[in-house]
């Protein structure tokens, strides 16, 4: 695997569940496949989740992961081509990737959508860069456009704690008081669309995800009826994704409060569960009710990412052989 973006990328779906299944139950048993390789995690932007499960998913497969926060431990790095570098950032992606490749085996980035530049974010511009300079496999940990590693994680939990053969899966738009990324929405839904479950989308006109990543899902506007006997409800804010209007590409639209996820609205699902890949804003995005209730799985969730981290870098590690 050259590169982690997309559930294409690692194959067969049912067998990546199966060796995830492995991976979690006998985290260790691959402990020399990473012996003397290295794994560099670099960070433009905040993580908890993602900076951990990467760093424990790379030691339990024998690897030195080094991390580096741009801009807190490194130099400013400037992204755009062709400017003129008289501000803040002290060197270009165009150096620092491939002295970044020369140190280590395998990449894993963490770069955030800007929400200016539709174009720019939805070209992967940044990631790309990394693919195309530094010679090595890279893997997305959430870049402007995709989350892998974290739909991985949900679809892994959503195999462990389903109780039928295709459950009902929502995804549910919930209000936010800063402009987010659409990163988390886009994968979770092109991880569903490629899984064996009967999935719906539900969010505010103007919400609209890429094309590309609804594929064949259902969009339905009425939130309630969308939750309607789901088995998951998976709650995201995203921004304007742009699709149906490209000046509004970032801004909030819709600060709702009738959309936070709530026991009223729990109420009329198949007594579902609750997921959200963190960090959460209580009381925003889901009342306290429903996250501290014993069917909010989204602690379980978060495990999981070790998980996914896990069979993304051990298949990868394997192609190296
Ligand atoms: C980020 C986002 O929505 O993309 C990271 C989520 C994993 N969330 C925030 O910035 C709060
Ligand atoms: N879910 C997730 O990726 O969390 P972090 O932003 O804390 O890494």
Known sequence: MRSFFHPSDIGDLATALEEAKKVKSTPLAWKNLGQDKTIILIFFNSSLRTRLSSQKAALNLGMNPIV??????SWKLETQLGVVMDGDKSEHLREAIPVIG?????????????????????????????IEYSGR?????ESA?????QAFADLITIEEYKTKSRPKVVMTWAPHPRALPQAVPN?????????????VITHPEGYELDPCF??????????MKALEGADFVYAKNWSCPGVTNPDDYGKILSKDMSWV???KHMAVTNDAYFMHCLPVRRNMIVSDE?????????????????????VVMKRMLEDLL
């Not at 580096?68 to 431990?73: E, K, P, Q, R, Y």
């Not at 140190?103 to 860069?129: H, P």
């Not at 994968?187 to 999935?199: G, K, L, P, R």
Request: negative net charge; charged residues 20%; proline residues 4%.
């Open 290 to 310: 429903v996250i501290d209730s014993p069917r909010s799985i989204v602690i379980p969730e978060a495990a999981n990412r070790v998980v996914s981290a896990q």
């Open 68 to 73: 580096l926060n741009v801009g807190a431990d």
């Open 145 to 149: 456009t995709v989350h892998p590693c």
């Open 214 to 223: 609804v594929g064949n899902a259902k969009v339905e506007y009425d939130q």
């Open 102 to 130: 020369s140190y280590c085996d395998i990449i894993g980035v963490r770069s955030f959508a800007g929400l200016q530049d539709r174009d720019f974010d939805y070209a992967e511009t940044i990631l790309n860069q990394f």
């Open 261 to 263: 996820v709530d026991a």
């Open 187 to 199: 994968s979770f839904a092109e991880w569903m669309n490629a899984a064996d479950v009967d999935f």
């Open 137 to 141: 496999p890279v893997i997305s940990l």
